[in-house]
């Protein structure tokens, strides 16, 4: 993801395919009839005072927190929907 804002994995049933969105300054910019599965936020203000400018840590970091059952969850029930 490059610049701020919120990263976006979500299933897009028209393709029936998982996608990477980014949603820019808090706009609702994400594929229309798209269903979020896991979303994290890489505005300056969730990581700087722990990582500094070193985003890269932050977003490493992020992947050893993620649910994956539950995302798993919310993905199962996108497909089936």
Request: negative net charge; hydrophobic residues 40%.
């Amino acid at each position: 993801m490059q610049g701020s804002g919120w990263g976006v994995l979500a299933w897009e049933p028209l393709g029936r395919r998982l996608v990477v969105e980014q949603v820019y300054d808090h706009h609702g910019n994400v594929g229309m009839n798209t269903t979020p599965l896991l979303v994290f936020d890489a505005w300056e203000h969730a990581y700087y005072l722990q990582y500094r400018n070193v985003r890269p840590d932050y977003v490493e970091k992020l992947w050893t927190l993620v649910d994956w059952t539950d995302v798993t969850t919310r993905f199962d029930a996108a497909r089936a929907s």
